[in-house]
């Protein structure tokens, strides 16, 4: 089988699993390198010794964490293929990913939240900030969000998460208000909670994050936001306020609590606090 081929049904078979759009269009980009580097070459005739000289050509600019996804894709890709009876060995199954540090993901302060609350001007741009920063939804959650999975009645809506896994987040009074008022002032019977501003229709993740550097412009902080930083300054407040990791775990929708924990060490208000009252 040719590793085109190859690909064509691995991706067909993940998209059935549940593997999300945002997966699936990051290890397209993978297969068609490797497929470009191996010149479409049967399965069977590629080596763990030509994976590795691969990996060697190509790794040269990457970060340890982009040859990491570069690794898990290919170990998945030939994984697949000896499960299926596509080749008899795995040339994949030695590979080792590199060593990839853990980096404290970038919060923002209230302050800073503050600012950019006030540097809002329209009731789209307020209810869109409130409603990232109130639930802490990844941003492909709020673009794929429709009005009628809003509940009013207890402040939640039903998004669907990584690996189309459906979780219930919650939002404030003040998210409630700005969404309301944004939502009736609409002209247009678009299903998604937040349209574009011209010829209303759903927006998109690079239109949203065009939003949110609009409004981080206008703040005028000295630092470059984007809607990731406001899901951890989302878990950061939680955390600094008493809510236990399981908790912050369950409202982000992390599968693995080891993701959750890096959280941990974002606290600088609390953990001072356990420092002069334990030591």
């Avoid at 549940?18 to 010149?39: D, H, M, N, P, W």
């Avoid at 920063?133 to 941003?139: A, E, L």
């Avoid at 669907?160 to 969404?179: P, Q």
Wanted: proline share 3%; net charge positive; hydrophobic share 35%.
């Amino acid at each position: 089988m040719l590793l085109s081929k190859a690909w064509e049904i691995y991706e067909s078979d993940k998209r059935i699993e549940g593997f999300s759009q945002q997966t699936l269009k990051a290890y397209k980009l993978q297969a068609l390198l490797v497929i470009r580097y191996f010149e479409d070459v049967k399965l069977e005739t590629i080596t763990t010794i030509k994976l590795k000289e691969y990996l060697a050509k190509s790794s040269e600019n990457l970060k340890p964490s982009s040859l990491a996804h570069r690794i898990r894709f290919i170990k998945s890709l030939f994984r697949w293929s000896h499960e299926e009876g596509h080749i008899l060995k795995n040339p994949a199954a030695k590979l080792k990913e590199p060593k990839v540090g853990k980096r404290i993901p970038k919060f923002l302060t209230e302050r800073e939240i503050e600012h950019l609350r006030e540097a809002c001007d329209t009731p789209m741009e307020k209810a869109l900030f409130d409603f990232m920063f109130s639930t802490g939804c990844r941003i492909g959650e709020i673009v794929s969000l429709d009005k009628n999975r809003i509940n009013w009645s207890n402040r939640s809506a039903i998004v669907l998460g990584k690996g189309d896994k459906e979780r219930e987040v919650y939002f404030n009074i003040r998210c409630e208000i700005w969404l309301k008022r944004y939502l009736d002032n609409r002209q247009d019977n678009d299903p998604a909670i937040f349209v574009t501003e011209r010829k209303p229709h759903r927006m998109s993740i690079a239109q949203m994050r065009h939003i949110v550097k609009r409004i981080s412009d206008r703040a005028e902080i000295s630092k470059v936001i984007h809607p990731h930083q406001l899901r951890h300054s989302y878990a950061t407040h939680l955390l600094n306020n008493g809510a236990p990791l399981d908790v912050i775990q369950s409202l982000l929708g992390h599968q693995k609590s080891e993701t959750t924990k890096i959280y941990a060490q974002l606290s600088g208000s609390l953990r001072q606090e356990l420092y002069r009252k334990y030591f």
